[in-house]
């Protein structure tokens, strides 16, 4: 079962391409999505990655979290399930 990370405090140098190579070392990466401002165009500083198996997504944050990335600390964790928007 895959498992989907959230990667946070990224580059804006950060791409999909860069990331899936990036967690390519700790396993088969399904996607990797760096989050883009709708308006702007420019990264919003985080991202998603999942991972094809739970053991290579524990790898990957062992190994990841607090590594750099072009000059950046990131943070990598467990992505929690998206909140229900609420519509006024």
Partial sequence: ?????????????ATDESLN???SEFGTV?????????????????AFV???TDSEAANSISRANGTDLDGRVISVAEAK???????Y
Avoid: H
């Avoid at 079962?1 to 140098?13: D, E, F, V």
């Avoid at 399904?30 to 985080?46: E, H, L, P, T, Y």
């Fill in 1 to 13: 079962m895959s498992k989907k990370l959230y990667i946070g405090n990224l580059p804006y140098s």
């Fill in 50 to 52: 999942e991972m094809s």
């Fill in 30 to 46: 399904n996607s990797a999505k760096v989050i883009m401002d709708r308006d702007s165009g420019r990264s919003k500083g985080f």
């Fill in 21 to 23: 190579t990036k967690f």
């Fill in 81 to 87: 399930p998206q909140a229900p928007r609420r519509s």
